[in-house]
Each structure stands twice: as structure tokens, then as C-alpha cells.
């Protein structure tokens, strides 16, 4: 199909280490990738669409940081480990002022998590974006979403809220002079993938999901999977003071928490006897978790503060919405 | 990242059999699957932009199907046998009267090939498809671009041309009362992947190539990767009489068996020793090869028509000229 070889030699073959289980990467009709015995294969696609999921004017690093970010945070979701990355990007033309930046941010990310570029696609349309990761894990400890049980305890890394606050701020430029607007904009591009998270959980999570389309959203897979419901308290979501100072409220800083997407923070669910081990365990992964709430039986679910019951009207974030 | 969860329950879920080296599909942040011990993971990505490769009123089950047989051919280029699929697709809304019928070809096509849809994305923008393709191959035996020796003999499966021929018919609707202008134009959506001819050729053929560019362009990635040239004899080139009824004339005709691109023929090379068993091999596989040149040293490129040389300007196809 790709016929534009220039630009695919130039910017993308030969810039990343070699992974061992990569027999062949770019240069012939297919890549060809070697699995150990005893791991699956863990597979996701994501697209980002100029216009949609980024401005066509953002810049190139970041754009390419959160495509490989929004995709990687799947495989953590589940517990694997990066391996392979296949990249299939359309652009109006071989805009190199943009491919040039593109490119050393999606290749330093890359290496970063030991994952290797071995194909995809170039083609001429309209800005956009579709990544294909692989990962590798151990099918029997995979984390799901249908593990959760009544009684586990319900947990979310790091802060949540900070990415809608990054979007308000690129969609309304008269938002750009609120405290930490700059900021929270950068964070909506430059989220951390919970990789260690992910695979420190092995063993200990009854379910995990990351979080894409909004915490309210994405725990509903959870609760619907698992067949559970879920009771959780508002004024345990962890909650940065950037985002407090530019919302100006606490109040709807919960409410930025529980609905915005793109955090790639994971949410996941433990029963009480592992509360032990996942402290020791994710002691040396680089980020906090917060226990947020409670598995329920199926059909609660409850939203408190401290005990007070809230009635927000809370939607998730729905690309065709 | 995808929230339009109705969508993709609605056409996506549930619409095939169950692979059972498919640990989890669609409903999890990632699929899982398994490989066999000794196989290894052959993985090629393509996009097709409507505009660029399909014109956005075509038939949606041939939008599918060319999106399918574009992706499967660079399986059986290597010999691979298919097994999964990610599909992303963007488009504007979600338009049904669009879905139903490219979801219904696209499952009807992937089951025939026993391909399993594992996954994928649902964006909001202009239309466009992006397929990851997954295949399993013995590592050690894959057709390769690498492995052609000076004499082997170059042979081509099926015709050559029609699809290059139905292309003008789509972009020139004058071209439509020409002789078999709508045969043309189908056939450049419906080609056949050679996935049988592609697993007959493990062991026999020493490289191999799918014809997505067009035979010259395709066939110098062969040289180039083994080093060799190559001398093609264009009256072998096989050619439907249907093309040459549609063009009026046998070279021309010719002109268009060499440059024509997404035609998923193969292309491949085998020694002279493997003759008699190409052919028993392919003889069930529903395809005609014929020879259509020998390998030489490098930096030998000669066409020629029966011992008389031809001189024509021949480029190949590149999205972004």
C-alpha cells in the first residue's frame, strides 16, 4: 500500500535499538515478532484524528507523546509489558517541519519503555494517527475488567482532573491567563502510562481499566464486566492544587476528577487481604494510589462525600456526543 | 480512547466465530492471543483514505473488502496464515446506512480467511480505515524480500493490469462504455489475496513480494533487499483479455501489467530446481503463475519483448506525487 519509501527510510527506520524478538521490522511486507513461550500477546489500536483528539497547531512532540501514551496506557491497564509498536500516520503532505519533532519525541518515548517501531503505514489525507501496541503477559494473571468482587477496595493512581482543566484551556484561549493554565495544558498531553503500576499488580488486583473516556465512565466497564456495583466517596479523589486554584473550587474539581478523559491514570480493584502487599509493592513504581471507594452489589452506585449523598449530573466523554 | 461503545456492540461484537487462540476480543482494554510454540507473529498495517485510495461513494462492502485483501496480501506475501485483525475506523458520524453493509463484507471476508477481529478504535473525522493485520509463520521458512539468487526464475500469479485499467474507470466517467469498464472497476476493489499460493511457496520460493505498487516498483524492493538484478520478458507478463479490449492495444496493455498497483498479485522467485515442484504445489491453490523473468547480477535492469528491447517510461505509484 505505502508507496512513499523516502519518507518512511528517512524519518523512522534504523532510529531505535534492536529488540531481540524482532526478526524483522521494516523492509518487507510484514514484521515479524517472536513470543516466549507461556506470555499472550497483549493488543490495542488507538487513533488520534487532527481536530478531534488534538489541534492541528499542537505541538508535534506532544502529539506524538500522547498518541503513544493513549495506547500504551492499555497494555499497563492489563499488566503487560511493552514490546511493538506499528505506527500508521496520514498527513496532507510530507510536512517534514512536523515529522522531525514528531519523530524524536515518539522514538525517545519509545525507547523509553522498551518499545520498538516495526511497520505501519503513510498515506495522504487529513492529520491523523493509528498505533497498534503489543505487549507481552502472562494470560493467567492478566488484569481484566470482570475480576472485582463486593467488598474489594477501589483504587486510582495519581491525580485525576488535570487533563479536561489542559483541554479547557486549549479550546478557550481566554482561559490562558488562569492560574496554571499552561501547566495543566501540558499535562493533558504529557500524561504517564502506569506501566509499573500495571505489572506490580499482577497477582494482587482483582480488575483494572485505565482511565480514557472519564473515572465515571471507564468504572462502569468495570462494574458492568464484573457484574458489581460501587460506592464511592468524592472527597478521597486525589485532586491537584493546580487544578483546585484554576477551577477556583473544590467542588468542581471533584467533578473535573470523576469525569475527565485522557487521564491514563489506571484505576483498579483489590480485595482487602492484598491492601498489605500492593503498599510494598507499589512503593517503588513513581506513583501514588489513592483508595477512592468500595465494590457494591450490582446496581449500587453510589456517589457520597463523606458520608453526604451528591447529586451532580455527570457525562462521560463520547467522541460522537 | 473510543467512547462510542453502541457503535461498536451494535456492528462489531459478536459478529464472528471465536478463534480459539483468542484469549479476549473485544471488551477489555487489550485483546489477548496466543502462539503456537515455533510460530512466530507476522504483522503488517494499512490505511486507506477515502479520497486517496477509494473514492467516498464507493460501495462500502468494497471499501471493506479492498481494506481486507490490501492487508491479507502482505500475510501471504510471507506465507503467513492469517489469524487476527484490528480494525480503526474514522469517519464523520456514525453513518449506519455505511456500516451495516461494510461490516457485513468485512466479516463475511474475514471468516473466510479465518481471520478474527480482535479489536480497534471508532473516531470521529473524515473517513478513513486503518487495518493491523496478524499472521502466523514458521520464522525460519517465511518468504522474505532478501533471498533471491542470480537464475532464479520470477513468476507472477493471476493477471496483471485490470486493477490499474478499473482505477481510471472510477476517476473518468468517460471511460464508462469502454469494453468491460464496470468488470475493471470490480476487479480493482475484489482482488483475491494469495494467502494458499503464499503457504505453498514455504520451502520452494527464495523471495516474494505482494503487488501493491505495481510489478516494477514491487520488484525492485526484491532487488534491492537480495542484491541482484533482474531481466523481465513483458510478452510473458500475463494479461486478461479483458484489459486489452478495454486499452485496444496488446502494449499498452503491457504497460499497464508493469506499473499497475494494488493488483495483490504476488511476485516471487524460486530456483531452478524447485520448478517441477511449484508446480505440483500451487496446483490447487486456485491460481495461474507464470514466469516471467530470471534473476541476474546486480545492477542489471532489462526489459525486453521477445530478445527486442523496450524503452518505456514507466514510474510507479506513490501517494504523495
Known sequence: MSGEFNLIEKYFVGRQNQRKDVLLAAGDDCALVQVPTNLSVAISTDTLVAGTHFLASADPAWVAHKALVSNISDLAAMGATPAWVSLALTMPEPNEVWLAPFCDAFFKLADYYGIQLIGGDTTKGSLSLTLTVQGLVDPIKALRRNGAQVGDW?????????????????????????????????????????????????????????????LISDIKHILQRSQVGVSLDVSKLPIS??????????????????????????????????????????????ASITCIGQIRPQGTFDLHSNSQPVNWDLSGYDHFK
Do not use: M, W
Open 154 to 214: 477501589v483504587y486510582v493512581t495519581g491525580s485525576l482532573g488535570d487533563s479536561k482543566a489542559g483541554l479547557d484551556v486549549i479550546l478557550d484561549a481566554n482561559l490562558a491567563n488562569k492560574p496554571y493554565a499552561q501547566e495543566l495544558e501540558k499535562r493533558h498531553y504529557l500524561a504517564t502510562p502506569r506501566v509499573l503500576v500495571g505489572q506490580a499488580l499482577l497477582g494482587l488486583a482483582s480488575s483494572a481499566i485505565d482511565i480514557s473516556d472519564g
Open 241 to 286: 492544587n493546580e487544578l483546585i486554584q484554576f477551577l477556583g473550587s473544590r467542588s468542581k474539581a471533584q467533578q473535573y476528577a470523576l469525569t475527565s478523559g485522557e487521564e491514563y491514570e489506571l484505576c483498579f480493584t483489590a480485595p482487602e487481604q492484598n491492601k498489605g502487599s500492593l503498599d510494598s509493592a507499589l512503593s517503588h513504581c513513581g
